[in-house]
C-alpha cells in the first residue's frame, strides 16, 4: 500500500465543487449529532520569525463514509517579501481510521479555500432568497474566487459585483469572469445590495453596515479568522438572523468575536449553528427573515470532508505520485 502526494494542481482538479459542497453539507450533519472528534486547533507561536503554526486535527462519521486527517498550516506575513513564499502554506495529512495508514499527503492551501468557499454555499443554500441571482464580493482577493465558483453552484448567479481598494485586483477579477457573469467592480453597497454577499478581507474595523445590504441579503463573513477581526456593523448583525459554523470559535475569532466580546451581542443573538439547520432542528430562511448572517471560521471537519472527494477522486483516476512512505510497499 503507497501514500499519494497531491500537489495544489491535483487537489484543484479533483476537489470538484459540487463533491465538496455536499461533503461539507454532510461534515456539518456530523458535528451536529456528535459524529465527529475535532479537538481545539492548537497553535505554535514563533514571534522569532514574526509567524505561527497550527495544528487542525479531525474526525467524523458520515454514516455513508468516515475520514480522519490533520491539516498542518501556517501565517508567515514576511514570507512574500522575504522569501518569495506565500503567506499561508498548508499540508494536509488524509489518514484511514481503521488502519491509521497515510493514504495521501496533499497541499492544503488550495484545500482551505475549496472547503471555506464550499461552506459558504452550504449556508447560501440554506439562508439565501430561492431565486437570489446575483452576487456581491467585498474583497477581491484569491478567496473571492473560489466564492463566486462555490455559490454560483447553489445559485443561478448572474450578476457580480465586486468591491476592492485595489482597482488591479478587481480587474483581475472582472477580466477572469467577465464571459461567465455579468461582472463589474463597485462600491461596498451596490455589492452589499445583491441577493447574496461575501466578505473576505481581514479588517478590524467593519466596512459593511446597516445601510449597505438589502432587506433580505445573506451575508457570508468569511474573513474575520482570530481575535479582534470585525468586518460588519454592530448594527448590521443585531438586524440579521445569524448562524454560526461553531460556538467557540465564532465567539473566540469569528465575524462575532468583538461584539460578543464586548457584550453587545449575547447567545440569544445566535439563531443557530449551520448543522442544526442541516439536520432540521432549526429553521433555515423563512418567509420575512430579512438579512442573514453565516459566520464562518472554518472548521477541521471540512478539511477532512474536502481532502476525502480529493483522495478519493484522485486515487480513481490514477493520479498523483504514489510512493513508500512508510515501508509498506505494494501490498
Same mark, same amino acid.
Given at each position: 500500500?503507497?501514500?499519494?502526494?497531491?500537489?495544489?494542481?491535483?487537489?484543484?482538479?479533483?476537489?470538484?465543487?459540487?463533491?465538496?459542497?455536499?461533503?461539507?453539507?454532510?461534515?456539518?450533519?456530523?458535528?451536529?449529532?456528535?459524529?465527529?472528534?475535532?479537538?481545539?486547533?492548537?497553535?505554535?507561536?514563533?514571534?522569532?520569525?514574526?509567524?505561527?503554526?497550527?495544528?487542525?486535527?479531525?474526525?467524523?462519521?458520515?454514516?455513508?463514509?468516515?475520514?480522519?486527517?490533520?491539516?498542518?498550516?501556517?501565517?508567515?506575513?514576511?514570507?512574500?517579501?522575504?522569501?518569495?513564499?506565500?503567506?499561508?502554506?498548508?499540508?494536509?495529512?488524509?489518514?484511514?481510521?481503521?488502519?491509521?495508514?497515510?493514504?495521501?499527503?496533499?497541499?492544503?492551501?488550495?484545500?482551505?479555500?475549496?472547503?471555506?468557499?464550499?461552506? %459558504?454555499?452550504?449556508?447560501?443554500?440554506?439562508?439565501?432568497?430561492?431565486?437570489?441571482?446575483?452576487?456581491?464580493?467585498?474583497?477581491?482577493?484569491?478567496?473571492?474566487?473560489?466564492?463566486?465558483?462555490?455559490?454560483?453552484?447553489?445559485?443561478?448567479?448572474?450578476?457580480?459585483?465586486?468591491?476592492?481598494?485595489?482597482?488591479?485586483?478587481?480587474?483581475?477579477?472582472?477580466?477572469?469572469?467577465?464571459?461567465?457573469?455579468?461582472?463589474?467592480?463597485?462600491?461596498?453597497?451596490?455589492?452589499?445590495?445583491?441577493?447574496?454577499?461575501?466578505?473576505?478581507?481581514?479588517?478590524?474595523?467593519?466596512?459593511?453596515?446597516?445601510?449597505?445590504?438589502?432587506?433580505?441579503?445573506?451575508?457570508? %463573513?468569511?474573513?474575520?479568522?482570530?481575535?479582534?477581526?470585525?468586518?460588519?456593523?454592530?448594527?448590521?448583525?443585531?438586524?440579521?438572523?445569524?448562524?454560526?459554523?461553531?460556538?467557540?470559535?465564532?465567539?473566540?475569532?469569528?465575524?462575532?468575536?468583538?461584539?460578543?466580546?464586548?457584550?453587545?451581542?449575547?447567545?440569544?443573538?445566535?439563531?443557530?449553528?449551520?448543522?442544526?439547520?442541516?439536520?432540521?432542528?432549526?429553521?433555515?430562511?423563512?418567509?420575512?427573515?430579512?438579512?442573514?448572517?453565516?459566520?464562518?471560521?472554518?472548521?477541521?471537519?471540512?478539511?477532512?470532508? %474536502?481532502?476525502?472527494?480529493?483522495?478519493?477522486?484522485?486515487?480513481?483516476?490514477?493520479?498523483?505520485?504514489?510512493?513508500?512512505?512508510?515501508?509498506?510497499?505494494?501490498?
Amino acid at each position: 500500500m503507497n501514500t499519494l502526494l497531491l500537489d495544489s494542481d491535483d487537489v484543484d482538479k479533483h476537489a470538484a465543487l459540487s463533491d465538496v459542497i455536499d461533503a461539507v453539507e454532510q461534515a456539518f450533519a456530523a458535528f451536529e449529532r456528535g459524529d465527529t472528534q475535532m479537538p481545539a486547533k492548537s497553535y505554535i507561536d514563533l514571534p522569532r520569525y514574526n509567524g505561527d503554526f497550527r495544528s487542525m486535527p479531525a474526525y467524523l462519521d458520515t454514516g455513508d463514509w468516515d475520514a480522519a486527517g490533520l491539516k498542518w498550516v501556517n501565517v508567515h506575513p514576511d514570507n512574500p517579501a522575504d522569501h518569495d513564499l506565500p503567506t499561508v502554506l498548508g499540508t494536509m495529512i488524509y489518514s484511514d481510521p481503521e488502519t491509521a495508514f497515510p493514504l495521501a499527503i496533499m497541499d492544503g492551501t488550495t484545500l482551505t479555500m475549496k472547503r471555506t468557499g464550499a461552506a %459558504a454555499a452550504v449556508a447560501t443554500d440554506y439562508l439565501a432568497v430561492e431565486d437570489a441571482s446575483s452576487l456581491g464580493i467585498v474583497g477581491a482577493g484569491v478567496q473571492s474566487y473560489t466564492q463566486l465558483r462555490a455559490i454560483s453552484e447553489v445559485r443561478p448567479i448572474e450578476e457580480v459585483v465586486v468591491s476592492d481598494p485595489d482597482e488591479d485586483r478587481v480587474r483581475r477579477f472582472v477580466e477572469t469572469f467577465e464571459d461567465e457573469f455579468d461582472v463589474r467592480g463597485g462600491s461596498i453597497a451596490e455589492a452589499g445590495h445583491c441577493d447574496i454577499l461575501s466578505t473576505v478581507t481581514p479588517v478590524e474595523d467593519p466596512i459593511v453596515g446597516l445601510e449597505d445590504v438589502g432587506d433580505d441579503t445573506h451575508i457570508n %463573513a468569511i474573513g474575520a479568522d482570530a481575535a479582534g477581526k470585525h468586518e460588519l456593523s454592530d448594527d448590521l448583525l443585531r438586524a440579521a438572523t445569524i448562524v454560526i459554523d461553531d460556538h467557540e470559535q465564532c465567539t473566540h475569532s469569528g465575524e462575532i468575536n468583538v461584539p460578543y466580546g464586548e457584550g453587545a451581542l449575547t447567545d440569544d443573538d445566535i439563531h443557530a449553528e449551520i448543522g442544526e439547520i442541516v439536520v432540521g432542528s432549526k429553521e433555515g430562511r423563512t418567509d420575512g427573515t430579512g438579512i442573514t448572517v453565516f459566520d464562518s471560521t472554518g472548521l477541521a471537519i471540512q478539511d477532512v470532508a %474536502a481532502a476525502h472527494v480529493v483522495y478519493d477522486r484522485a486515487s480513481d483516476a490514477g493520479k498523483g505520485l504514489s510512493f513508500d512512505l512508510v515501508g509498506a510497499g505494494e501490498q
